[in-house]
């Protein structure tokens, strides 16, 4: 099959957060099962600095009233095409936040739906979020092109439709008040990304106002648990983290929990419980309960916090605020920086994610992967991928909390905590969380499925028709 995936997200070129990782690291898997995958995103004016880019175009196109120009390159470190939609709207080097982010996505969008009428034609536009939302809307009436939207964010619905009808084109037939219900219409399939909260969207509490009409599709939504790129993230040979460890040389992992201490500026102690965080600091991510209970637990306890993220102005000068009450007990990094995020689960006790709610989640994964143990609350892919932790029974991944709740968060840290020194029960723990299958192969196998129940009919050969016939 071919596949183009667009978004405004690749890693790791151009990766604000997990919807970033999806783009990276699927392409890979599906590729190495024989698809033809090929990727389209923002010709980002940083990008340049990160990947050998050819001076000449592949392509010139027009959209909205616009020209624009399509270079052609390679993931790095992959066999996989990158193309590139040029204008200067996207010269400038940050890839969200500006002013004129509905417009300038939206044309995007559509660059790119022309890039797969006109120039490679796949069987398959697999979009991702709002920022192409309106490709589904366009393409759906091309027989010979399909269309796969995935949620990461609903939060970001997209410009309403009054802006999309100022902007481009935007047929009669539209139905849909922003670029995601738009997408949520027109699509031939829908996915989110873990089961439970393909689930919960179709309720008031998490649709985002679009819970309706996701019920309504629901026949065509369906959840599929993110994977990580395992290769990538691989506590043996990640070249980032001071030293390298398996479950065999789990013994080995202190190195890096001091080296983080002494590079975050804390107390060089082994022993003292280390949490972590490495978040987006919006909202989603539940920053609030942490700021309610920091400086309970940092004077109750002789634990330690580093956390490394960015976002609203708001949480991070309150987080700063912390920090310098607590010099040497908490480390607040407002950065983006894949380094050091790996330092982080590398190094960390356990890692803190709280979340109001949670499409799927990386950071958990990612922890697991590194020996760091899950405190989540049970939301969304948080709940599909870390179990309750039940020593007794020597079952679980993790420490989990059920309501949004400042008190629910305080005592699951505190279980954490108290857990900590029953030192080979932790290991065990550590040992389960890291031996985890969190690869892409059994939700890659559940995206190839999909494609091929969209795959558009007139592309099916004749034999394929038979097998398909067989097979049903
Ligand atoms: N300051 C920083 N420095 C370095 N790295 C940083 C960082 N802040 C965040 N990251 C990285 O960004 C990624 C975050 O991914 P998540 O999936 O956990 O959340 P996010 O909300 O961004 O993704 C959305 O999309 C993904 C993908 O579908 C869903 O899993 C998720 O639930 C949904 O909210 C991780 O790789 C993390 O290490």
């Known amino acids: ?29 599906l590729r190495k099962q024989g698809h033809d995958v090929r990727i389209f995103i923002p010709y980002y004016g940083f990008l340049p600095d990160k990947l050998d880019i050819p001076a000449e175009p592949i392509w010139w196109g027009d959209a909205m009233g616009q020209e624009f120009t399509v270079y052609s390159t390679l993931l790095p470190e992959t066999d996989i095409p990158l ?81 999309l009808q100022q902007i481009t084109w935007c047929p009669e037939y539209m139905r849909g008040e ?11 399939v829908v996915n989110t990304v873990s089961p439970t909260y393909a689930r919960q969207i179709q309720t008031p509490e998490y649709g985002e106002g679009l819970h309706e009409l996701l019920s309504w599709i629901n026949d065509k939504l369906i959840g599929i648990v993110n994977g990580i790129d395992t290769d990538n993230y691989n506590p043996a040979t ?12 789990l013994d080995q992992r202190f190195r890096n929990k001091v080296k983080l201490q002494e590079e975050s500026g804390l107390e060089i102690n082994r022993s003292t419980f280390l949490v972590g965080m490495v978040s987006r600091l919006v909202e989603q991510k539940g920053i609030d309960l942490v700021l309610q209970i920091i400086d309970r637990f940092l004077g109750y306890t002789d634990a330690q916090m580093v956390i490394l993220g960015t976002g609203d102005r708001n949480y991070e ?44 989640g990386l950071s958990q994964l990612l922890a697991m992967r590194y020996g760091a143990i899950p405190i989540v609350r049970k939301t969304g892919g948080l709940l599909d991928t870390v179990s309750f932790f039940d020593p007794h029974n020597e079952q679980g991944t993790g420490y989990c909390f059920d309501q949004y709740d400042a008190l629910d968060l305080y005592t699951a840290l505190i ?50 028709k038979q097998e398909i016939a067989i097979a049903s």
């Open 178 to 188: 922003n670029a995601i219900a738009a997408a949520l219409h027109f699509a031939n």
């Open 83 to 163: 193309y590139l939609f040029g204008h200067q709207t996207f010269a400038r080097r940050n890839i969200y936040g500006d002013h004129d982010e509905y417009w300038r996505f939206t044309f995007f969008a559509n660059g790119g739906a022309e890039f797969a009428w006109n120039y490679w034609k796949p069987d398959i536009v697999h979009c991702h979020d709002w920022h192409t939302g309106m490709i589904p809307v366009w393409m759906h009436e091309t027989p010979d092109i399909s269309t796969v939207f995935t949620i990461h964010n609903l939060a970001y619905r997209g410009p309403g439709r009054d802006l």
């Open 1 to 29: 099959m071919k596949i183009l995936f667009v978004a405004a997200e690749v890693a790791p070129i151009a990766k604000v957060g997990g919807m970033g990782d999806v783009v990276g690291s699927l392409p890979k898997i």
């Open 238 to 249: 990640d070249r980032f983290i001071a030293q390298n460890f398996t479950i065999q040389t």
């Open 415 to 464: 279980r954490a905590y108290e857990g900590y020194r029953f030192k080979k029960d932790w290991q065990k723990l550590q040992v389960r969380a890291m031996k985890q299958d969190f690869s892409w192969d059994k939700s890659a196998q559940k995206y190839i499925e999909i494609y091929k129940q969209v795959m558009p009919l007139v592309n099916i050969s004749e034999d394929e």
């Open 317 to 360: 000068s309150k987080l700063w605020d912390i920090s310098n009450r607590h010099r040497g007990r908490i480390s607040v990094q407002i950065v983006h920086n894949e380094a050091l995020s790996r330092r982080l689960y590398s190094g960390v006790d356990a890692f803190l994610m709280p979340s109001r709610f949670e499409p799927c």
